[in-house]
């Protein structure tokens, strides 16, 4: 998985290109531990990512809760279909800021 | 090793042999070309020099040699006119002293001659002579008139001894003469011999010439050798001819100047007349010479000389030309230099050979080359010499450079083979080997590397040992860890074979790392059974120790629960148990069923989980659940969860999974997908054990995998209502 990242004033956006399973997640954690600094918008951009394991997630929660913590903010933007079904299913598209709304709706119903 | 080390050996020995060898070839070839450049610059210009030289110095020389051969005519030939002028300066005052004497004969008183005396013999004396046709009487007042010249006659006599004779002869027939031969005047009786001078050339030449003349030569009488006469009228009153004063002189003198004429070995002087004779000369033979013996007439003229060259410079002499030229003399090619005498018709004449004119200058070239050729010899000996001693430094080279050069290579060499050996050792496993190379360069410096390498090596070794065996422990613990998850699992199916009503059977494949899958079922009591699949966030140990957490908690929260209607109440107090000091962030996803087994329905919870399939025997299909969407557990605290129910019928089953089946990617990276996974089922033989149900789905699962390798667990269960 490929980790981009863009800082503008305090708002830092990650671009995250292909999969992210259990090790790339432990990467990305690191990344964002080390880039966190100051920031207080935090934009996740998963126009590129394939799939998102349960560790991905587990990330995003962390994130979340961390940048809620501290009174900031995170947001998901341009998420994929596939990544968008395993949010829904695990229910964290409840939880999470996705600000992009083109997601088509799931074909399976839950 | 043994090869490598011959070769640099013998390449620094190259080196050095043919960096020897080129710097010698190359500075002996330029220091020969240079040298030989020099040299034939340096004959070149030598000879140019010399040539140069000899040619402007034999100029030169040749030069001078004309000069002084006509600087030697024109003295000599001055030395002779002095003579001659002296001669005519007697003879003019003789002449004018006897005219003024007859011109104003009342100045003078008449005086006394004695006539000749044969005891006067020997003393020069004045004598009076008579012509026999006169009488001495009737002439007494001239000849006592003309005695008065005798007294500057006899001064004349006495001032020179080349002047033979002083005299005066007067027309009227009488002649005083003053000599010392008074005997030829007289005869045998000592009486006066008469003397008629009339015929005599010098009386004849003034008579006819009337003015100063000189005699041609003759032999003197006296054995005196070669004599000239010179002659002069003097006058009367009357401005006529009264007679001629005259004098006789001896040319011994003229002859001296002449001999004594010399220049170089073959230089001489001659003085030629006008008719082209020799008069005087040093030579007695050849075309120059004179005899002296001989009577003047009788003497060759060079004019008829059968050499038209020498008659025609002859001509030239005898016309008072001065002049140089060369002339063949008797086979002898001879530079002649010439200049006319005063007074007379002569010529004076000074030859010198030509070969000793050129032979300075000869010589002078001659010495030059030879200088020259001495330089070349030299400038030769020097390069023979130089190439001797190339040749020897050479020999010595090649005889002394390959010992130099094996020293030296052995030098380079040595602590390279120690180098190696060392290096052999230490490779062969004795790592507490140390390299001690002292040589100051490149190679102690290689070779401290190599300790040091050693050192690192050394740390490395040990460090790697230490980290393999705290792998192989840690390797060995998660063995055990994964035996233990897996072990807690229940694996004894049939799981409870007094209850006919259901079939419940469950498979977890475990990726190589201990993973977060977990299934479970239990009896909460004679009619309730519930079952439980889930999957933790994530891989390893973390996720290994939340799912047994997760099934603990799970288990005991579903064991209290007393009412159906509480199921989603267990997941929400689940969850807030999973949350507290859940500082990783863990979370569990999970789907939770309790089966009433009396009336078939079925209560359930999704927690974020995979939505199972259902399989209605009347439909003789398989659908995806409808779940509600709950949030995972471990994520959020304080959350509701919503419980839903269906009714199952006998035959109907349900089949739980874990994302590790959906998500099971193949080479191409394609997930298995929920499409798949319903299309595999809906194929299956309906009336398969769930065994072998299980089996075929985990084979259509790994025919998509194609071999890639198994990166999550694939967890899987199923249960099948048998009767309601």
Partial sequence: MEIQKQLENTTLTVALVGRL????????????????????ELIFDLAKLDYIASAGLRILLKYQKLMDKNGNEMKIKNVKVEVKEVLDMTGFSDFLNIIDSKVKKLSIEF | MKIERMGIRKQVLYLVLSCSIITLLVAGGIAIYGMTNIKSNAVDIGIEIGTTAAENSSKALKEVS??????????????????????VWDVNMLSTEMTTILQNPQNYSPRYVSPPNIEDSGKIVPQIQFRADVDPASLQYEVGLTANLQDFQMR?????????????????????TVDSISET????????????????????????????????????????????????????????????????????????????????????????????????????????????????????????????????????????????????IDGTSYYLAYTPLENTNWS???????????????TNKHLIEESTNQFVDVLDN??????????????????????????????????????????????????????????????????????????????????????????ERIATELDVAKNIQTSMLPNIFPPFPDKKEFNIFATMNAAKEVGGDFYDFYLLDENHLVVTIADVSGKGIPAALFMMISKTILKNFSMTM????????????????????????????????????????FTFVNGGHNPPLVYHKATDSYEYLKVAKNFVLGGMEDIDFKQQSIKLNKGDSIFLYTDGVTEALNPNDELYGEERLINCLNRSDKNLPIEELLAFVRTDVNTHVDGAEQSDDITMLVLKINEI
């Avoid at chain 2, 010198?352 to 300075?360: D, K, L, R």
């Avoid at chain 2, 002292?438 to 040990?462: R, S, V």
């Fill in chain 1, 21 to 40: 399973d259990a090790v790339t997640a432990m990467e990305l954690d690191k990344e964002l531990k080390a880039s966190l600094e100051g920031v207080k």
């Fill in chain 2, 66 to 87: 004309i000069a002084s051969l006509q600087g030697l005519v024109h003295e000599r030939s001055k030395q002779v006119n002095y003579i001659f002028n002296d001669f």
């Fill in chain 2, 156 to 176: 004349l006599n006495y001032g020179d001894t080349s002047i033979g004779s002083t005299y005066v002869a007067s027309e009227s027939g009488f002649n005083i």
């Fill in chain 2, 185 to 328: 005047r007289v005869d045998a009786n000592n009486n006066p011999l008469p003397n008629d001078y009339r015929p005599r050339p010098w009386y004849q030449k003034v008579m006819r010439e009337k003015k100063l003349i000189f005699t041609d030569v003759f032999v003197d009488s006296q054995g005196r050798g070669l004599a000239i006469a010179c002659a002069a009228p003097y006058y009367n009153a009357n401005g006529e001819i009264a007679g001629v004063v005259g004098e006789g002189r001896t040319l011994e003198n003229v002859s001296q100047i002449v001999n004594k004429t010399k220049i170089g070995e073959t230089g001489f002087g001659f003085i030629l007349n006008q008719n082209g004779q020799i008069l005087f000369s040093p030579k007695t033979e050849g075309t120059l010479s004179v005899d002296y013996n001989n009577n003047l007439n009788d003497d060759p003229s060079l004019f008829d000389s059968t050499n038209i060259e020498i008659a025609n410079t002859a001509k030239k002499m005898a016309t008072g030309e001065t002049n140089l030229s060369l002339v063949d």
């Fill in chain 2, 348 to 362: 004076f004449g000074v030859v010198i050979e030509e070969s000793e004119v050129t032979m300075s200058a000869k």
């Fill in chain 2, 382 to 471: 020097s390069i023979k010499m130089m190439i001797l001693a190339m040749l020897a430094v050479f020999v010595i080279m090649i005889v002394l450079v390959p010992f130099a050069g094996r020293s030296l290579a052995d030098k380079f060499t040595k602590p390279i083979q120690l180098l190696t050996d060392g290096v052999r050792e230490i490779a062969s496993g004795n790592l507490d080997k140390k390299l001690d190379i002292q040589t100051g360069n490149e190679i102690e410096h290689l070779a401290l590397c190599f300790n040091a390498m050693t050192d690192e090596l050394k740390t490395y070794m040990n460090n790697l040992t230490k980290i393999t065996a705290e792998k």
């Fill in chain 2, 562 to 601: 007393s009412n159906p209607n509480d199921f989603a109440a267990v997941m929400s107090l689940s969850n807030n148990q999973l949350c507290q000091n859940n500082d990783a962030m863990m979370f569990v996803t999970v789907f939770m069923g309790m089966l009433d087994i009396k009336t078939g329905e």
